[in-house]
Structure formats: C-alpha cells, structure tokens
C-alpha cells in the first residue's frame, strides 16, 4: 500500500506509482510525511508488540526505512515516529526561515543493522527472534550507534548533522520551499479578472515547490545533484534504484520519470540553483535526450546547462558507454558509484545538432504515402541520424513494441527481437536501390555519385563513435585516411581533414552500409566513410523511413539540412587507470575540484547578466490591452534599464525596478510607492497576467519576458481606482495570525 503518512484505506488494496508520487508532491504533504512504498522482503513493524495492529500489507518508507502494517499507520503520529524533514515549510509561520539553522540527526530505530558501531567500533548482532531494538542510526548520514547507554547518550539528540560521505552531493531541506498557498503582503488587493484567477490556480497545482541554495554556516554541498529515475528502464532495475536513492539522498532531489513528473517539473522547481547543480539520468539514452529537450524548453543559455552523468538502464546505452559509465548497470552499489560523479568525472563539451526538414518541391507525387509524415519526431540529434535499411528495422520494431509490449520486457528479447527483423532485411534486401532518391551534400560537397558507385541500402550520421549497442561503425582511424584520401585523388578533388571521430569536435561523420555490411557491424565490422563535415544537405525524392536517436518514421519527400545546434557540458567518467596515468605525469585531473572552491567555480559560472528594459503603463490601459500582448508592449513607456541574470527571481529585482520609476521624470511614476505596481506576465502570447507578489519569490525574469525580442520587463502602475482595502474582518485567519508570529516565535528545526 503506498499513501501518505497518518492515512489509510478499507476500500482499496494498492495504489498506483503515479498516486504516490503525486501525494508526496502534493499541496498537502508536510515536510516530515513518510515516502511509503509495498516491503520488498522481510521486517519487523517498528510501532511495537504492544500497538501493533499485524494487520494489513507491510509498508517500507524509502526516506527513513520504517516498516508498519497498514493498519498501524495512525499508530505512528502518536508514537512520534515522524520522517526525516525533507523540506522546509517556513510560510506554516509566517516567516522564513533563517538559512543559518544547524540540521540535525534524525534517529531512527533498527532491530538488524550492518557495520559497526561509531563509538566502541564493535559489529552489531542480533539475537534470533529477538524484537528489541540493538541499533540507533541517523537516516542522513548513516551513523550507527549500539542502543546502550554507554554507545549513545542524549548529546547525540540534538548534535548538528553534516550528512555524512555524501554530504557534497545532498540537496539540504533549507533548500526546498513550498509556495504558500496565500499569502498578502499588504491589505491592499488588486481586483483579479476571473481569467487572472485561473492562472493563479492553475499555476499553484502546477508549481508547489521551488528551490533557494541558502549560504549557510552549516556545510555547503560541492556538487549538488539533481537525479531523474526511469523506472520502466532496466526491467526492475530501475525500481530498485530509486527506492535506494531515496534512502541515500534527500527524496526530494530524485525524481520517478516513469510513473511522476516529467523532467521539466524538477527542473523549474531547481531553477534557481542550475549553474550548481550536477544532473545523473539513471535511464537509457532516450531519456538524456528527455532532459536535454526539457532544458531546451526553458529559454536559458546552453552554457549554462548542468553536466549531466548516466546510470545506464536502456537498451543500446551508445551515449552512455561513449562517456565512459559504460554498457549497463549491473545491480552495483550506488551508494560506490556516487562519489564517483565528484570525484572520477570530467566536464565536456557535448555537441548537439539541429535537423531542419523542408518539402522538396522537386519530387514527383509518391505513391507509397501512408504513415508518412512531414516533420521529424525530434528536431535536435544527440547520437545519430539514419536513413534506409537500418530505419526500417527500427521502424518495424517499434511498430513490434507498441503491437506486442508483453515481449519486449528485457535488454535480452529486445536485442533477439531486434536482431530477428534485421536477418529479414538482409535476405529481402531492403532499400537496395536508397541510392537512386537521394542526393548529398558535405560542406559544399556533393558526395551523390559516390553513393550510388558504392549501391549503399543506408546512410548513417554519427555524432559520437558508438552505435547499436556498442558497435564502431567509423572503424579504424589510419585506414580511412587512406580509404578517402584515395577516393579524393581519383575525384580531382581535396584531400580531405580526417580526425578521429569526436562529440565536440563540431563536425560528424557520414558512414554508408550495405544490407551485409551492416549486420557485420555486431561482428567487428565497419561502414565505408563518406565524409567529416559540420553542415550536411541531405535530399529525398520519395518517402524514405528515417530515425533520429531511435525515433523512426516515415519521411515524406523532403530537404534535410543537419547544422551545429549547441554544445552542452556533460559528465565523462574516468577510469582509476587514466587518472593514475595523469598523477603518474604530475598533472591535476580537470575534475580535481576541491570543495573549497567548488562553490566559487559555480559563482563564476552562473555571472552572465544581461540589459533588461523596464516599462510601465498604467493600470487602465493594461485592463483594456491584456488580450493583446502585443499592442500592450507597444503602448509600454520604457523608463530605464536594470542588470539582470536569467535566473533572479522578481523578489530579488523589486528593488531595482522600483529605483527606476522612482527616479523616472514622470511625476506619476515618481510618487509610486513600491506597494503599487506588479509585474505583467508578457510571454503568453494569448493574454498578459499580472504577477501577484506571493508568487514574485519563485518567478524567474526570464519566465515573464517576451518570447521574441529583446528582455523587457514591463509594470503595471495601480491607482486608487483601480485597488480596494481589504478591511481586517476579512484577512483569512491564518494570515492575521502570520502577522502576529514575530521571528524569535519560529522553532529552530
């Protein structure tokens, strides 16, 4: 049974992954509920012989490892048997709270436990069918005590917790905010249009959380990380993962893509602290490329992105095994693999390309036009493009998966079933004649007789050396020196710059196959080079199947240009030979970032500030111009400019905003009191909102700009007409009681 803490359930046995993500992540939830999920083995239910009601499923929390029955669940507030807080809460007082706060220990009781104990440094053992408890232990940093007096003493009680060894990558709970539901910083009130209203509330469901990275006197994380499960990668895998990052790390940094949040949803709530964090995508390639799409998405700089590190879950896992994290996970340890992510890394430069497709107004009418579409399934290639035979394998095994998923359930069957379609194509001969309805284009050079001499059935664009699983289908790097600079002589053309193949080099390599030659790539084999270029043209005269990154379709007659998008900063894992190779030479590893200035290597990455225009216009007009955006931009006064980075928050630019119209020559704007005016929301294109101030502290400048254009912030000026007082009979209650909470009233854990 999964569900929140306190709660229970007579009329239904189970719940759904996807309801217990959205209770933990819900309005409701309070920073110490327990993350429970079904008991995968056996465990003794902690409320005690005596209250324990031995009845129900047996439920495991993933944050604390408390095990209950289902029925003891409204046992556990009364014992106080609470969770580790994974959050701070401060709105619940009225005031935030202050980031210097020490965390404490959060003990938490064992019957069995592992190890030895901190203080006598004896192992710990348990009596058969003993149900007393033998060890106290701290669900943050894994400290274990013996419960005898002479082990642990109450000092430990209120002792400050530095997370322990993965203190550098823990995510603190003074971090994580939740937005309050309402909150008034003044009794004057803006009368809301009903449109207003729905975005408010659609806003709140939508964004519950938001991160602020504090500076504290308490230990300071280096390397912050962010982590996304896909659980429906890897069989179980990827279930067992998430269940043991959530016991290792705060739960509130690992994110269940499968069954949860889309990637998008942790990355607006982590916003602010970007530049600082590092991402692990446990999952296949598909789902970097998932993160990547969603950080795309938010409009900041691709310098900016995290590096991202993969815990490799999927089927082919190309990308993954190019960084060095190799082919799959093998139920390791990740408890030995995530220091590994500060300590055996290297930040790169990933390149990743943009695949424009037009119609190609040349073709002649197809006759073979069903399925096929006009527009690739993805527009940014990480690893690969292809088109001809091998898009056509992919394509009918996907076709196979969505028909029959039931068989499709392991790396194992996928690869057999993979493997079963392409032996067909080799005897059919698929696309043998791919040659007669394309034409290419290198860098200016036409490359179209050479494929047609070599009668290629498939084109493939790499990006990075690794393809199918592992294979090279570059080959060895001197023969095609030869190979090509032979073709150029016979052609009166060039010889061409060959390098060895590289994802940050801006170029990729075009690599031909026949049906054979492609079936020998599993057995060492290799594709004949065609070229290295940074922009290719590619053209079809019929519908051709391609695929982009294992997204195959059916394309229509069209003209593909393939060009350098961005280069994004990823985590390349090294191996203890390469890094004892580098120490052996005297020279300090790129990733050697010690903590000391680890947090100052962020700092320097995340200044990259910008002019951003400030305007006003008064509160009329706005009421009268919002469904125009457009118009209402134009009808704008600019009055100055402040210095903006992407990700400040309105909070943090009030101030400055509020400078400018004071110091604006308009008599109106000058006597605007820093009460009176909102930020407008200018990046719908369908209507502009006002910003209420409750929601300026987790709203980002880049959010509220144009979409197009140049940064401009534009405020809405309110008058006297246009606000009404909001006598003291009506303040909600929680609110007048927040206003009599003075900071000495909040508690300090």
Same mark, same amino acid.
């Given at each position: ?13 189970? *719940? ?26 056996? $465990?003794?239910?902690?409320?005690? +012989? ?135 910083? =003044?009794?004057?009130?803006?009368? &809301?249009?009903?449109? %207003? ?8 469901? +939508? ?43 705060? #739960? ?63 089927? $082919? ?21 995530? #220091? ?13 390309? /943009? ?13 073979? =036009? +069903? ?8 527009? *940014? ?36 079933? /993979? ?36 009668? &290629? ?21 001197? %023969? ?55 922009? &290719?043209?590619? =053209? ?43 120490? %052996? ?28 225009? *400030? ?100 405020? $809405? ?7 009404? %007082?909001? #006598? ?22």
């Amino acid at each position: 049974m999964l569900m929140n803490n306190g709660t229970t359930s007579s009329d239904r046995t189970s *719940v759904s992954a996807k309801e217990r993500m959205a209770k933990y992540w819900s309005e409701t939830c309070h920073p110490d509920d327990h993350f429970w999920d079904t008991l995968h083995g056996s $465990g003794d239910c902690h409320v005690g +012989e005596i209250d324990c009601r031995n009845s129900g499923t047996k439920l495991k929390c993933m944050a604390c490892h408390l095990v209950a029955h289902e029925a003891c669940l409204p046992v556990l507030p009364k014992k106080n048997l609470k969770c580790k807080s994974t959050y701070a809460d401060p709105w619940i007082y009225g005031k935030r709270l202050i980031s210097s706060v020490p965390m404490r220990h959060h003990w938490v009781h064992r019957l069995t436990q592992d190890g030895r104990c901190f203080k006598c440094s004896k192992s710990f053992q348990s009596k058969l069918m003993n149900k007393e408890v033998i060890v106290i232990m701290c669900s943050w940093c894994k400290v274990s005590y013996h419960n005898k007096a002479k082990c642990f003493n109450t000092d430990l009680i209120e002792q400050t917790c530095d997370f322990g060894a993965l203190k550098d990558i823990i995510i603190p709970p003074t971090w994580i905010n939740k937005i309050p539901t309402s909150r008034c910083s =003044t009794y004057r009130r803006v009368v &809301l249009s009903n449109a %207003s209203v729905r975005r408010r509330k659609r806003n709140r469901k +939508e964004r519950i959380f938001f991160v602020n990275p504090l500076q504290s006197t308490v230990s300071m994380p280096a390397f912050p990380l962010l982590i996304f499960v896909n659980a429906k990668s890897g069989g179980k895998k990827g279930k067992k993962l998430f269940r043991d990052l959530c016991w290792l790390v705060n #739960p509130r940094q690992v994110f269940e893509l499968s069954y949860g949040k889309s990637p998008r949803f942790a990355l607006d709530m982590y916003r602010k602290c970007l530049p600082q964090l590092r991402i692990l995508v446990c999952g296949g390639d598909g789902t970097v490329s998932w993160v990547f799409s969603s950080l795309d998405a938010m409009k900041i700089p691709s310098s900016r992105y995290p590096p991202i590190g993969i815990i490799p879950l999927g089927t $082919g896992n190309d990308l993954s095994q190019t960084m060095g994290w190799g082919s799959t996970y093998f139920d390791d340890s990740i408890a030995e693999i995530l #220091p590994s992510v500060m300590q055996d890394t290297v930040s790169v430069k990933f390149d990743r390309w /943009y695949i424009d497709v037009a119609p190609n107004p040349t073709s002649e009418q197809s006759k073979d =036009t +069903e399925n096929a579409i006009d527009s690739l399934p993805v527009n *940014v290639m990480n690893n690969y493009f292809s088109i001809g035979v091998d898009a056509h394998i992919a394509l009918q095994f996907h076709e196979s998966r969505a028909a029959k998923p039931e068989i499709h359930k392991s790396r194992f069957k996928n690869r057999l079933v /993979y493997g079963s379609i392409g032996t067909k194509d080799l005897f059919k001969r698929a696309w043998k004649d791919l040659s007669e309805y394309i034409s290419l284009e290198c860098d200016g050079i036409d490359h179209t007789n050479r494929i047609k001499e070599l009668g &290629l059935h498939c084109l493939l664009i790499l990006n990075i050396p690794k393809y199918a699983g592992g294979t090279m289908p570059w080959g060895n790097q001197a %023969s095609s020196l030869v190979t090509l600079g032979i073709w150029a002589v016979n052609n009166s053309m060039p010889i061409p710059k060959i390098s060895s193949p590289s994802y940050e080099d801006g170029r990729v390599e075009v690599v031909g196959f026949t049906a054979a030659s492609l079936a020998a790539l599993q057995v060492g084999g290799r594709g004949v080079r065609i070229a290295q270029c940074s922009y &290719l043209r590619l =053209t079809t005269k019929k519908v051709i199947p391609v695929q982009v990154d294992g997204e195959p379709c059916k394309l229509s007659p069209s003209i593909i240009t393939i060009s350098l998008f961005c280069k994004v900063p990823m985590l390349k894992r090294i191996s203890h030979k390469d890094n004892e190779q580098l120490n %052996s030479l005297g020279l300090r590893p790129e990733y050697a970032v010690t903590r000391a200035c680890a947090v100052t290597i962020c700092d320097e990455m995340a200044k990259c500030t910008s002019k951003v225009n *400030v305007a006003f216009i008064p509160w009329t007009e706005y009421e009268q111009l919002k469904c125009t955006p457009s118009e209402l931009s134009r009808h704008a006064t600019v009055v100055g400019e402040i210095e903006a980075d992407y990700d400040n928050d309105l909070e943090h630019l009030r101030p400055l905003v509020d400078s400018i119209l004071q110091s604006s020559t308009s008599a109106l704007l000058s006597n605007t009191t820093n009460e009176e005016w909102y930020y407008l929301d200018c990046s719908n294109t369908d209507e502009v909102f006002h910003i209420d101030r409750s929601y300026e502290a987790f709203t980002s400048v880049t959010e509220i700009c144009e979409k197009n254009g140049s940064p401009l912030v534009i405020v $809405g000026y309110v008058s006297s007409n246009s606000v009404a %007082s909001v #006598p003291d009979e009506l303040l909600n209650p929680l609110q007048k009681r927040f206003q009599e909470i003075s900071v000495a009233s909040v508690p300090s854990n």
